[in-house]
């Protein structure tokens, strides 16, 4: 049964939550609906689905969703003494006042197992697949641990080896990395439509994109804009949604 929860007006305002699809955020709401007194809940994408989107049709699955929030530190995943997996919003307590609070049955499963705050688990992303294709238009699953981890370090440092005449990063908040992690997962998630992706592969891919963008005149200052005045691009400006898209799509390289 769905509780009577409150979401602040900072809410609105997270620079994580930011980083995530429209859908992931929604799933953020739903959630606080659909855990329990102490902010867990069953993790199963089914019944997350079941609970949160009964009459709306998703343009992800319900599992890369979860993955999302997992990604930003909105809610960790942990593995009961049930083998079922459980999930837990992180800073629930902090955001929600209950005045007549019921124990978690859930947290007792997971401090049975010591597993929770300690070994979180995470949940694959990509389509169920039947057989060795997934259903729909048979494309190929992702390793069955899930997509690689973002390397930040790695994609930073392959900024700075190819766009040198960029601005370098030097600080790297969660705001940033939040984005870096979002576009990482998209290209993961393409790349692993043809084959089991590798942490290799999606390196490659952005060495192929920053090599793309350092054939643009516009993002690297060698004209000027609209006030006159050269427009030099950063990392964290590439990485936002509609920027990343449109350089994928040649638009800031002229005709």
Request: aromatic content about 10%; charged content about 25%.
């Amino acid at each position: 049964m769905a509780r009577i929860r409150t979401i602040k007006p900072e809410f609105w305002r997270d620079e994580s939550l930011a980083t995530v699809s429209s859908e992931a955020c929604l799933l953020a709401i739903g959630l606080l609906n659909h855990c329990d007194d102490e902010g867990f809940f069953n993790a199963n994408p089914k019944l997350v689905e079941s609970d949160i989107f009964p009459l709306r049709e998703l343009s992800n699955t319900t599992t890369v969703l979860i993955q999302e929030l997992c990604s930003i530190g909105y809610i960790t995943l942990y593995q009961g003494t049930d083998n079922k997996t459980y999930g837990h919003i992180v800073n629930f307590e902090k955001h929600q006042v209950i005045n007549k609070k019921t124990t978690s049955k859930i947290k007792g499963l997971c401090d049975l197992l010591n597993s929770y705050h300690t070994t979180p688990v995470v949940l694959p992303t990509g389509k169920e697949r039947k057989g060795k294709e997934m259903e729909g238009n048979g494309d190929i699953c992702p390793p069955s641990g899930g997509l690689p981890n973002c390397d930040h370090e790695k994609v930073i440092a392959l900024y700075h080896q190819h766009l040198p005449t960029l601005r370098r990063v030097e600080v790297w908040n969660e705001t940033r990395k939040g984005y870096l992690r979002q576009r990482w997962r998209e290209v993961a998630e393409e790349l692993a439509r043809q084959k089991e992706v590798q942490v290799s592969d999606i390196l490659d891919w952005f060495t192929e994109f920053f090599v793309h963008i350092g054939t643009s005149k516009f993002l690297t200052g060698r004209v000027n804009s609209k006030d006159g005045r050269p427009f030099l691009a950063d990392l964290e400006w590439i990485l936002k949604p509609s920027n990343f898209a449109k350089i994928i799509e040649g638009k800031y390289h002229g005709t």
